[in-house]
């Protein structure tokens, strides 16, 4: 005859309850894989894992282990919130708990005191009836004190009581957002078999997780040197906190669309003649479309889920995929809407450049020109800081094809731009004035006020370009620009020299457009 306890202990390696952890997530920039860590005992039939959350595709499912294990069936099964209350419980509520219970402390403090504030009034009347004239005094004297040092000390408690009651609303709060958020539970069933301990991998995607790259530039004006750094924001709302994880953060687009569809055929064909009737039906305005009703699922316990904060999947289409590995395990809890994490610092040597559009601004902006840097950069917002202040934000958008990358510092008050008054004139040219001409003269003097040092000017300037060839266009410059068509763009005219400080100097450009008479331009200012 078997003991029970000795039956007991032979069927216990057949099931593993496990509690698993989240070990490494890889996070893009619409979801994340998340990656769990579960163990077996040597034995073990079935694995369990409960408290998990409602949020992950099943059908992104992934379960792997090591050699000596072989897996059975999964089964998952999802149920309502309060049908496991064992997984209701949250780091939320020990804080709740805590400040409840500092709480009810201090209102029974405070209880004690309106009790012995009652009990020195009653006190107080009887001993003025019952005591001699030459000791009422004293008495009331000891009962004042006592009483003004309950009063003071119940002030104190009422504002202690206050400052826990608005810690404790909003903890209260998330966390019926929280269950709100997360109103069903995953178990997970896997049958297996192992004679040894094991650990088996499982992972799942979840879409309510997502980061987005943003930068730090800081310019040292002195030298010229740029420190590029590289931050990552991280959200998730996964309805499960990362506790401890290694992070893993990548570029990479995973959209439904993998592969592109062909063309549609270009089929040519003439239009046959419609008869009368089939031809007013052919061009009669449509009928409208009928609403359509929205569209209601309803499956056994499945409740509905709260509306979600979307991530943006277009802010990372213009780079390549790149993967970053942080260095260490980092905690991001659920509900969590933006964790600012560091993924490093390139170092650039640059050129500054005081760059002036006076068609824009009569105003030089300082530009950082340096080499492209190497490796995937998304794009994303930036910071900009020259010599530890803060100047403005900008965006980074390092495009494949471009060499250079060009960051803005802001306006350089050292500089000085004056715009002359433009002179315009108009007349007829031609055998008896058969061409309209039009005459402008611009003019700009940029002067550098710095004490020390020279810097690289630019001056860009829009010139008129002609479309037609009817139109015509003379230029002259002075002194020579470098180019008339600065980034491949025909009419983008730019000076670049140094202009040592103290020194200034003078632009400018005339234009002559001329075209038939009775035609009309468009463009001219």
């Given amino acids: ?107 029974a403090e405070s209880t004690a005191l309106d009790t012995s504030l009652g009990y020195l009034k009653a006190l107080g009347s009887g001993e003025a009836r019952a005591t001699p004239a030459t000791g009422i005094a004293a008495t009331a004297d000891s009962i004042r004190k006592t009483a003004l040092d309950a009063l003071q000390r119940q002030a104190v408690l009422r504002r202690q009581l206050d400052d826990l009651d608005r810690q404790i609303t909003p903890l209260k709060a998330e966390r019926d957002r929280l269950a709100a958020a997360n109103p069903q539970w995953r178990s997970l069933r896997v049958r297996l078999s192992t004679a040894q301990a094991a650990e088996v991998k499982l992972s799942y995607r979840i879409t309510q997780a997502g980061w987005a790259p943003s930068y730090r530039a800081l310019l040292d004006t002195p030298t010229g040197a740029v420190a590029l750094e590289r931050l990552a924001q991280v959200s998730q709302q996964s309805g499960e906190d990362w506790k401890n994880v290694t992070l893993r953060l990548s570029t990479a687009q995973v959209t439904p669309r993998v592969g592109v569809n062909l063309p549609p055929p270009w089929s040519l064909d003439l239009r046959r003649p419609q008869p009368q009737a089939e031809a007013a039906l052919m061009y009669a305005p449509a009928a409208p479309a009928p609403a359509l009703a929205a569209k209601v699922e309803v499956t056994g316990s499945r409740a509905a889920e709260p509306a979600l904060d979307r991530f943006d999947l277009s802010v990372f289409q213009s780079a390549y995929a790149t993967e970053f590995v942080l260095p260490l395990r980092v905690t991001i809890d659920s509900s969590t809407q933006r964790a600012s994490l560091a993924l490093g ?107 020390s040092g020279s810097l690289t000017l630019q001056l860009v300037e829009a010139a008129p370009v002609s479309q037609h060839e009817d139109i015509k266009v003379q230029s002259q410059f002075s002194p020579a620009p470098a180019t008339q068509a600065w980034r491949k763009q025909p009419g983008l005219v730019l000076w670049e020299q140094p202009l040592a400080a103290g020194a200034s100097q003078r632009f400018t450009a005339e234009y002559v457009i001329s075209a038939p008479k009775e035609a009309v331009v468009t463009g001219l200012r």
């Avoid at 619409?30 to 409960?50: F, H």
């Avoid at 060009?406 to 031609?430: K, S, W, Y």
């Fill in 345 to 451: 610092t390139e170092k650039l040597q640059a050129q500054l450049i005081a760059r002036v559009q006076p068609q824009s601004e009569a105003a030089a902006y300082l530009v950082a020109d340096a080499a492209r840097p190497a490796g995937t950069w998304p794009r994303g917002t930036m910071q900009l800081l020259r010599d530890g202040a803060l100047v403005g934000s900008s965006t980074l958008n390092i495009a494949s094809s471009e060499e250079r990358l060009e960051l803005p510092f802001g306006r350089d008050d050292a500089v000085r731009v004056q715009v002359e008054p433009e002179q315009r004139n108009a007349g007829n040219t031609g055998f008896i004035g058969a061409r309209a001409e039009h005459r402008y003269a611009r003019g700009w003097v940029v002067e550098n006020r710095h004490t």
């Fill in 1 to 107: 005859m078997h003991h029970p306890t000795l039956l007991l202990a032979a069927l216990l390696p057949t099931l593993a309850a496990a509690q698993s952890r989240i070990d490494e997530v890889l996070v893009y920039p619409g979801g994340a894989q998340v990656r769990r860590l579960a163990p077996v005992a040597a034995g073990a039939r079935e694995l369990v894992l409960n408290c998990l959350t409602a949020r992950f595709d099943p059908d992104t499912l992934q379960i792997t282990a090591p050699a000596g294990v072989n897996l059975g069936p999964v089964q998952v099964e999802t149920l309502p919130r309060e049908r496991v209350p064992e997984c209701a419980t949250s780091p939320l509520d020990e804080q709740v708990r805590k400040l409840e219970t500092q709480r009810d402390t201090l209102a």
